[in-house]
């Protein structure tokens, strides 16, 4: 791997910039590898990374039905945090926040990870109460957090409607100084470069069609570019975590839920931080090309299909107009859909399962972005270990029976209200 | 913007209704469920890639539940029906 730097900008700016190196290679499918991780986006190219570096396994393939990085990935709003009252999801959120940190140079690309902050609002004095709460929790295990009253906020976003006949009027916010956004695609390509480089095969445009499994143990996988055997399989799929679990003849507590995201054109710099309102319900930051991303609820109904109706965009867009009243005269350039596979108590499910050798990680709800790297690195340490991380032991598929649900809203089993 | 057909109604916009969900679970007795029985049936789906047959409710309409079996890859709805009703087209 010819290292990023910028004696190697200026060695290849004298040749033309003719010369680089592809970033990672497109081999054929061996007939057997150790691990088979399932998905190549990042939080599965990450996984095989971690699996090499930390755990010196190296004879991986992450196959991928698509393209690189174009589920989930490239369909997000880039948004990075950890800022989580129940402390099982704050410690392994604060740990993936530190990976976040020093991605760029661990993986020797720069992932543009911006520490602009994230702010939540709060519209009354009782949300105002539990964001006091919530960021005493997070300092507690070991994050950040910062209560602002509205004059903070008002100077933190200029165009903010703060003012008290607002239609949900801002009464304060809770700030996490360390969260931010991140170029997504960055993500997938930095790792995807890093885990090939220690001799990962990612192989593109390989949809797997079938699990082979004999005595509950997992022996390889059925692909529409033929039948591949491994040891220990992982699926890292996003929405898709359901229908891969149907082929190993599991039933998950899961529903695939369509959330769709979309961006203004590109304006000036006016916006330099991450708004999110729980009540209204979006989220909105600037993109450095200039485009205001927004993102808001669920389409609320079940949906494998990557794009959404025409009423949520409505709304997504009327929630960012109430609070931003000046971005009404922009007009919107794209809009576009993922498939959320959305849990039934919101928080993911990182975890062996009955058949052995066979690893899901899925159920990440709105939320699976700003977890790549966390989840990336104790999925690593599932597959290795046979075992889960201390991070992760409490994200296992069997508390749903055991009672041990992890629901930050306290919405109860109902998917769409997470 | 999906156009659900009401059986009471007739066609009407998404807007008018609100989702609830999976509609081929059958709720387990009182008297004899297990704790496993009452697991799957609060916790797992089928979560199929496909038709898939849910619960619609009618609340800004006639405020009855409408069965609609529809292909969650496509959005298109297939069939509609009552709640206790069959509904027509290859789906589960």
């Known amino acids: 791997m010819t290292r990023y730097s910028i004696f190697s900008l200026a060695r290849n700016a004298l040749t033309g910039h003719k010369n680089w190196p592809q970033a990672w290679r497109s081999p054929e499918p061996k007939p057997e590898y150790d691990v088979i991780i399932i998905g190549a986006g990042g939080h599965g190219l990450g996984t095989a990374y971690y699996l090499a570096k930390n755990h010196g396994i190296t004879n991986i393939a992450v196959l991928e039905k698509g393209w690189l990085g174009g ?169 898709h975590t359901g229908h891969l679990a149907t082929m190993a003849g599991m039933r998950l507590p899961i529903e695939s839920h369509v959330l769709q995201a979309m961006v203004s054109e590109p304006v000036k710099p006016c916006l330099d931080t991450v708004i999110t309102s729980g009540a209204v319900h979006c989220y909105i930051s600037q993109s450095d090309k200039g485009e205001l991303v927004m993102g808001g609820d669920l389409d609320f109904y079940n949906s494998y299909a990557q ?112 | 913007m999906l156009e659900i057909k009401c059986p009471w109604c007739g066609p009407r916009a998404q807007t008018e209704f609100s989702y609830a969900g999976d509609a081929t679970l059958t709720r387990p007795s009182l008297d004899t469920a297990t704790e496993t029985e009452w697991y799957e049936h609060v916790y797992l789906r089928g979560n199929p890639r496909g038709p898939h047959d849910e619960l619609w409710h009618h609340a800004a309409g006639c405020r009855r539940f409408v069965k609609v079996r529809r292909d969650v890859t496509t959005h298109e709805i297939i069939a509609t029906a009552g709640p206790h009703e069959h509904l027509g087209g290859g789906g589960k």
Request: net charge neutral.
């Open chain 1, 71 to 239: 589920g989930n990935t490239g369909r997000n709003t880039t948004i990075v945090r950890a800022n989580y009252e129940r402390t099982e999801n704050e410690l392994f959120y604060e740990h993936s926040l530190k990976l976040w940190e020093t991605m760029s140079q661990d993986l020797n690309f720069n992932v543009m990870f911006s520490q602009r902050g994230v702010i939540n609002l709060a519209h009354s004095d009782a949300q105002v109460d539990a964001f006091q709460r919530r960021g005493n929790a997070m300092i507690l295990n070991g994050s950040d957090a910062m209560l602002l009253n509205p004059a903070e906020i008002k100077a933190r976003a200029p165009h903010l409607d703060c003012s008290a006949d607002a239609r949900f009027p801002i009464k304060g916010g809770l700030l996490q100084p360390r969260g931010g956004t991140a170029r997504h695609d960055g993500v997938a390509w930095g790792y995807a470069r890093a885990a090939d480089a220690r001799g990962v095969d990612i192989i593109q445009n390989c949809e797997v069609t079938g699990l082979d499994i004999s005595n509950g143990q997992i022996t390889g996988v059925q692909t529409t570019r033929g039948a591949i055997k491994a040891k220990k399989v992982g699926i890292a799929v996003a929405g």
């Open chain 1, 307 to 418: 794009r959404g109706n025409f009423p949520r965009i409505e709304d997504v867009v009327s929630s960012v107009i109430t609070m931003f009243p000046s971005f009404s005269r922009l007009r919107l350039m794209r809009t576009w859909g993922g498939v959320m596979d959305m849990s039934m108590d919101g928080s993911p499910i990182i975890s062996k399962t009955p058949t052995k050798g066979f690893y899901i990680n899925g159920g990440w709800c709105y939320g699976g972005f700003k977890a790549t790297p966390g989840s990336a690195w104790v999925f690593a340490h599932t597959i290795a270990n046979d075992e889960p991380h201390e991070l992760n032991g409490q994200y296992r598929l069997e508390r749903f029976q055991q009672g041990h649900m992890i629901d930050e809203h306290g919405a109860g089993p109902t998917p769409g209200a997470h």
